[in-house]
């Protein structure tokens, strides 16, 4: 059978989804599900999935990523991917294979510049086929990049998916823990397992070796604590996560024995021990 690309449409996502349940479903092919989630943008999310998701590979586990942010998805450019994926029945989609782990992103389905206006139902209707008509293969861990906010989106994941377990993301920041506060709170309320916090940007080394805590200092340590959840870690500003972004060469695949590897390899070590 002739194998084709796919590219997104509204058609494509409506005709493969399947109905909406009650009860939280596995996505098949995949052991544990680990979202990373954060209520606020330019917190450095995807950038920290991506990295948490390199560094549990590292751990030799099958890892897969999805990129579950609808309206701005970013991992393509992170992981240096400008493919389509392939569906062989016209329903399933392939997903693509980069740095070791297999990868889905609306990105890959639509143009980079295309503008993603949806409404409510319709982005309900394409994370179902992501986590429906995808065929993971035989993953240990599947990371899933959740959309900033706490919109449809992020409220279909946790009301449908069996998430088991939830890493929040945050700078030190007051406004930026206001809104982690919040994502929170929703995650409790729809009884999905929090693993942890994680304070990104959390301070910059300058050539001078001084610690400068340009966002705050400890701020999301305190609110770990306030709320009785635990600090995964403290990731600082560090230039190489930013160009490996930018440039499609995760961090930690690159630069294993940097000192903000480790910590991230430390930080996945604990996301496993929490979601066993």
């Given at each position: 059978m002739e194998k084709k690309t796919v590219s997104m449409s509204k058609d494509f996502v409506e005709n493969n989804s399947p109905k909406s349940s009650k009860l939280k479903l596995p996505i098949l092919g995949v052991k544990k599900i680990i979202a990373v989630s954060s209520a606020k943008g330019g917190v450095g999310k995807s950038t920290i999935a991506v990295n948490l998701a390199v560094a549990l590979k590292k751990l030799n586990f099958k890892i897969g990523i999805l990129d579950a942010d609808i309206y701005g998805p970013s991992i393509p450019q992170m992981l240096g991917i400008n493919e389509k994926p392939i569906s062989e029945?016209?329903?399933?989609?392939?997903?693509?294979?980069?740095?070791?782990?297999?990868?889905?992103?609306?990105?890959?389905?639509?143009?980079?510049?295309?503008?993603?206006?949806?409404?409510?139902?319709?982005?309900?209707?394409?994370?179902?086929?992501?986590?429906?008509?995808?065929?993971?293969?035989?993953?240990?861990?599947?990371?899933?990049d959740l959309p900033p906010g706490t919109g449809d989106a992020l409220l279909t994941f946790s009301q449908e998916i069996l998430i088991d377990g939830v890493v929040i993301i945050s700078t030190p920041q007051e406004i930026a823990l206001l809104d982690a506060n919040r994502g929170i709170k929703m995650f409790q309320k729809l009884n999905v397992n929090i693993a942890g916090i994680i304070e990104n940007m959390s301070s910059f080394i300058s050539g001078d070796g001084k610690e400068h805590f340009i966002f705050g200092k400890d701020g999301a340590e305190n609110m770990s604590k306030n709320l009785q959840i635990d600090l995964l870690g403290k990731i600082p500003i560090e230039i190489g996560l930013r160009e490996g972004a930018d440039n499609g060469k995760p961090y930690v695949e690159f630069f294993e024995d940097s000192k903000t590897s480790k910590e991230i390899i430390e930080i996945a070590k604990k996301i496993v021990e929490k979601v066993k």
């Open positions: 029945d016209g329903k399933n989609l392939t997903p693509i294979s980069k740095h070791g782990m297999q990868c889905m992103s609306m990105g890959f389905l639509v143009d980079q510049d295309a503008a993603m206006i949806w409404r409510g139902p319709m982005v309900a209707s394409a994370i179902k086929t992501f986590t429906s008509n995808v065929l993971w293969n035989n993953l240990d861990y599947l990371v899933i």
